[in-house]
């Protein structure tokens, strides 16, 4: 069955410090993708980023940066020089054929900046 | 390009009360997924279509919800009659086929 884990419910972090949100996922299929999305105090959920599992390249994308590693089945998310902007929760998710190309969510986890 | 719209943003309703939530999809997007999200159970999928279609609907949680797609530019979320336990955030997304799904800003709904 389809499984994501993100076991950091919540990090805290001071203002400039790097950090690193865990994901772990499960899955019999192939072909599947991976995507992270970003949950601020305003609640609305926004895309960051989705990987299909052909391609293991590292990602940059300004701060964030991403670690596709499938030999461990984790796709992890690191923040640098985290700002109180960055305050959110995060949700990593997968979509596999076995699940009907549904997105099967993580948990969560809460990043909390502070100055 | 709009992204998902929602509507109401927030609603307050008694037990009892039909509450109806609406979805307008990304124009060119042919999937659409309702969402809950709660403190207890984190997001939940309700209900998919593709095509306007109602593909698995086995994430609903009772007869007194129901989901329609009268066309591709539309669809609603219909709870008859609520209850205080369907408090929560309804989320509507949108994709097209095995693209990425792009969320809606979500309806909070409190039923007293």
């Known amino acids: 069955a389809q499984k994501v884990t993100q076991a950091q419910t919540e990090i805290s972090v001071v203002e400039k410090e790097d950090v690193t949100l865990d994901c772990v996922y499960e899955?019999?299929?192939?072909?599947?993708?991976l995507f992270w999305y970003k949950q601020p105090p305003s609640g609305e959920l926004v895309f960051l980023i989705r990987?299909?599992?052909?391609?293991?390249q590292n990602e940059i994308s300004g701060r964030y940066s991403w670690n596709f590693q499938k030999s461990t089945s984790s796709f992890n998310f690191t923040i640098t020089a985290s700002q109180v902007v960055d305050s959110a929760v995060y949700f990593c998710?997968?979509?596999?054929?076995?699940?009907?190309?549904?997105?099967?969510f993580g948990g969560g986890t809460r990043v909390l900046v502070k100055p | 390009d709009a992204g998902v719209i929602q509507s109401p943003r927030h609603e307050v309703t008694e037990m009892g009360q039909e509450v109806t939530l609406r979805c307008k999809p990304i124009s060119g997007h042919n999937s659409l997924f309702w969402y809950r999200q709660t403190m207890m159970r984190g997001l939940e999928l309700l209900i998919y279509f593709n095509n306007n279609v109602p593909i698995d609907d086995s994430g609903m949680p009772e007869d007194r919800f129901s989901a329609k797609m009268p066309n591709a530019s539309f669809s609603t979320l219909k709870i008859q009659p609520s209850e205080p336990r369907d408090s929560a955030v309804y989320f509507c997304?949108?994709?097209?086929?095995?693209?990425?799904?792009?969320f809606g800003p979500g309806t909070r709904l409190l039923v007293l």
């Open positions: 899955t019999r299929d192939t072909t599947y993708y």
């Open positions: 997304a949108s994709r097209r086929w095995l693209e990425t799904q792009y």
């Open positions: 990987r299909n599992s052909f391609d293991e």
């Open positions: 998710a997968l979509s596999d054929k076995a699940a009907g190309n549904k997105l099967t």
